[in-house]
């Protein structure tokens, strides 16, 4: 039994590690904000961790994790422009790192977060589970609570609009 | 790189949100862990500052408000002494203004010119 129980942890571990740096990337994103994009993608793999060692291990754990990602960047996104005009007024923003290194560092996600902004929410969505977050289809269907036909189109047609953006803006 | 033009776009795509190298052990560590979030909420800390602010502005602003401004100003005003106590009707009603304790201080019956000095409200 404890064998069964010490692969079972091996297994979670091995999960983790490899749905880490994608839920970071598509909190990243979401929300353009490292600090908060760390919370969100902690919180979200806890919640995973948290499930499994209490029986209750998900069927598709990356599609489990990226929902409750998804969920907890919209309450972040809201929560931060809710705080906005009180960060900007005690100065918090300006704790941030400097305009230049922000401008190396952030060039080009800006540009690609631009283009994106002009996507329409659905297929926004869709396109930053299945590109960014590397999920499946299917995981992306069962996070969104659509067909993955459905999925396949919007991330379709999100692609279709991304590269022209990009390409009309010749960057 | 792909030839695919999809794969080319979603490669952008991941390499322009690519977290930084220790972030995804690290959170990945704590997840495992199950702890709490220990960096500090922004949140707390806005609401600290805010609340730390009001508390400052009321001790800081409170002692040293402005008072109630009295205009100073010069009146003329007729008033008569009896018996020592002098009674000077005012424009909001009658003052009556005594002389001193002792008889010998107080001024004489009459009439004269009496220099007061104080707020008239």
Redesign the interface.
């Known amino acids: 039994m404890g064998g069964q129980g010490s692969s079972v942890i091996v297994d979670?571990?091995g999960t983790?590690?490899e749905l880490?740096?994608r839920v970071?990337?598509?909190a990243?994103?979401r929300l353009g904000d490292?600090?908060l994009?760390?919370?969100v993608?902690?919180?979200s793999?806890?919640a995973?961790?948290?499930a499994c060692?209490n029986g209750g291990a998900p069927d598709s754990p990356e599609a489990f994790v990226f929902a409750i990602a998804r969920r907890r960047a919209g309450r972040a996104a809201w929560?931060r422009r809710l705080?906005a005009p009180?960060?900007l007024a005690?100065g918090?923003r300006s704790s941030a790192p400097s305009p230049e290194a922000r401008a190396i560092a952030r060039d080009?996600?800006e540009?690609?977060?631009n283009a994106l902004a002009h996507l329409s929410s659905r297929d926004r969505e869709a396109?930053l589970l299945v590109?960014?977050g590397?999920v499946s289809m299917s995981g992306a269907a069962s996070a969104l609570g659509l067909s993955i036909s459905a999925v396949k189109m919007r991330v379709s047609r999100a692609?279709a609009r991304?590269?022209a953006l990009?390409e009309e803006r010749n960057v | 790189m792909s030839d695919d033009p999809h794969a080319r776009l979603d490669e952008r795509l991941r390499a322009a949100f690519e977290p930084g190298p220790r972030a995804a052990p690290r959170i990945a560590g704590a997840a495992l862990a199950d702890r709490a979030v220990t960096r500090p909420r922004r949140w707390l800390g806005l609401a600290a500052a805010a609340a730390t602010a009001c508390i400052v502005s009321a001790l800081v602003f409170w002692p040293s408000r402005p008072l109630p401004h009295v205009e100073p100003a010069t009146a003329v005003l007729v008033g008569s002494v009896s018996d020592g106590i002098l009674v000077v009707p005012l424009p909001d009603g009658s003052v009556a203004i005594t002389g001193g304790e002792e008889r010998q201080d107080r001024p004489e019956d009459g009439y004269g010119l009496v220099l007061v000095e104080g707020d008239l409200r």
């Open positions: 979670l571990e983790i590690a880490a740096p970071l990337r598509y990243n994103a490292k600090a994009a760390e919370d993608a902690q919180e793999l806890a995973l961790v948290r060692r929560r705080w009180l960060e005690s918090a080009e996600s540009r690609v977060r396109i590109a960014v590397g692609r991304l590269a990009l």
